[in-house]
């Protein structure tokens, strides 16, 4: 069973939107906020690509971010997993597993709220 390391709360920053030749889109949402043991975070979160049906309901996400230590020195976490949104609510959970550049891995439980455009979760050990 994983040990829970501790929790994150992160900010929207803003988004960029593409689309591929089928249609497809990718979206890159850009959050900073803090997690426990990891300091201040800065990091990009990639959706899809996903047919536009599909932001209704789930898929596939990464996670590229970096940590800034209360030691001065800086981590690079990166990492997969999928999100999925309940029927008629405006938030996303989110399930990811993430190498971390000082060669641990975590997995990262959240959700992301609209109305107050912010993603909280969980940190777990591997």
Do not use: C
Not at 21 to 34: C, K, L, M, Y
Not at 63 to 81: A, H, P
């Amino acid at each position: 069973m994983s040990e829970e390391l501790g929790t994150y709360s992160l900010k929207y920053k803003g988004s960029t939107y593409t689309s591929n030749e089928a249609g497809d889109i990718t979206i890159h949402q850009n959050w900073e906020g803090t997690a426990d043991g990891f300091g201040t975070v800065f990091g990009t979160l990639i959706w899809g690509p996903t047919p536009p049906s599909g932001l209704n309901e789930g898929g596939k996400i990464e996670w590229v971010g970096q940590s800034f230590l209360d030691d001065g020195t800086t981590v690079v976490g990166q990492g997969e997993g999928t999100w999925e949104t309940p029927p008629d609510d405006h938030v996303a959970k989110t399930s990811l597993l993430i190498n971390i550049s000082d060669g641990t891995q975590i997995r990262s439980e959240g959700e992301m709220a609209l109305e107050t455009l912010e993603w909280n979760g969980t940190i777990y050990s591997v």
